[in-house]
């Protein structure tokens, strides 16, 4: 013990820095806990469409989805989530909503607002499309016009 006192007292500053890294991942924790979303794995996100009706709703731009998506997604702007124009989702305020975007994280803004707004079951799909990749499920891509 006596060692550890000698430790904080002579490098106060990487005392500190090892004090806010375990806040923070304290505070990371209780906030994934208590939120109003959840975390799916892509395997998660299939059994949750194929068998309790979910839907997966892509978040990213326009160009990003024409790119590559999950089939069947539908394809709803961030800023319209936003906006509280919420489009061909609507419908589906009951229904399990994997929330799409690239690597999980724009994904999590609009959970909080989609569950704010009334929609019972909203997931975000962990790493986006990133893991959807990793995992080797297939992807939809529209051919560019000519």
Not at 101 to 124: M, R, W
Request: hydrophobic share 45%.
């Amino acid at each position: 013990m006596q060692q550890f006192i000698e430790f904080v007292q002579s490098e106060v500053i990487l005392s500190l820095v090892w004090v806010g890294l375990v806040v923070a991942l304290i505070l990371s924790v209780i906030k994934q806990k208590t939120a109003s979303y959840k975390i799916v794995s892509p395997n998660d996100a299939t059994v949750m469409v194929n068998r309790e009706n979910g839907v997966f709703v892509d978040i990213r731009s326009r160009d990003e989805y024409r790119g590559g998506h999950i089939a069947g997604a539908l394809h709803v702007l961030a800023k319209d989530i936003k906006a509280n124009t919420f489009g061909d989702i609507e419908k589906h305020k009951s229904d399990p909503i994997i929330l799409v975007c690239k690597t999980g994280q724009t994904a999590i803004e609009s959970a909080n607002l989609l569950t704010k707004a009334g929609f019972e079951n909203v997931s975000v799909l962990k790493d986006g499309l990133i893991s959807w990749r990793e995992a080797n499920l297939p992807l939809i891509r529209h051919k560019k016009k000519k």
